[in-house]
């Protein structure tokens, strides 16, 4: 157990709608990261939030967006869903530093 | 931006040891990271290294010259429950780990 929560952990739903996954840090841990892995793909970096603040943007489409909130818990939002969005989505979390980053078990993402 | 590279797969015998490499640009990395993945699981960090060298944990040894950028992954006594992707990342300060496309490693009896 990473420590780090997500929910759901299956998501389906259809195409031009609107969801949202959730995640929980580990206990103490600042930094939220939020990552695709299509089907047989590498992970994606999509964003990452420090303390409330977003810190850093890979590849994130703009019909996606999140956001860390004072108790460190993190929401990605992801609208006008595609087909193509359909994929794992993991969230990890780290403390300050060199420090190893750890995964939720992910949320599956599947559009019909 | 930075590159890492891996072999895309590799297969090994039960109980040999197996070695898995990972390159990048010298530049811009303080370190690198090493996880497991199985299949539709998330990734489980294994080791890391910041210094030049070996660092051993079990089983499961890397290695790590900053100066090559070249780090590897060594398995010993390998077991069925191996077989899974090994995802080579590198960090530096603060900033967002760079995952490579992982390697995925095949165990046969």
């Known amino acids: 157990d990473s420590g780090v929560t997500q929910t759901p952990k299956h998501l389906i739903t259809a195409t031009g709608q609107r969801v949202t996954l959730r995640c929980s840090p580990r206990s103490g841990d600042l930094s939220v990261y939020w990552y695709q892995q299509s089907l047989d793909q590498g992970l994606q970096f999509l964003i990452q939030y420090y303390n409330g603040e977003e810190r850093a943007k890979g590849n994130i489409l703009e019909r996606f967006s999140a956001q860390q909130f004072p108790d460190l818990h993190s929401e990605l939002n992801l609208s006008s869903l595609e087909l193509g969005d359909s994929a794992l989505y993991f969230c990890?979390?780290?403390?300050?530093?060199?420090?190893?980053?750890?995964f939720g078990d992910g949320t599956r993402l599947s559009i019909l | 931006g930075q590159n890492i590279d891996q072999p895309t797969e590799m297969t090994a015998t039960e109980g040999a040891i197996v070695q898995i490499n990972c390159t990048y640009q010298?530049?811009?990395?303080?370190?690198l990271f090493w996880y497991q993945q199985h299949a539709g699981e998330a990734p489980t960090f294994l080791s890391y290294n910041v210094l030049d060298g070996l660092e051993e944990k079990g089983r499961f040894s890397s290695f790590l010259s900053r100066s090559k950028g070249y780090s590897y992954l060594l398995l010993k006594e390998l077991q069925m429950k191996d077989s899974a992707s090994y995802l080579c990342?590198?960090?530096?300060?603060?900033?967002?780990?760079?995952f490579g496309k992982g390697t995925r490693l095949s165990v046969i009896a």
């Open positions: 010298t530049s811009g990395f303080n370190g």
């Open positions: 990342a590198g960090f530096s300060g603060n900033t967002p780990l760079v």
């Open positions: 990890a979390s780290s403390g300050q530093g060199n420090q190893p980053q750890h």
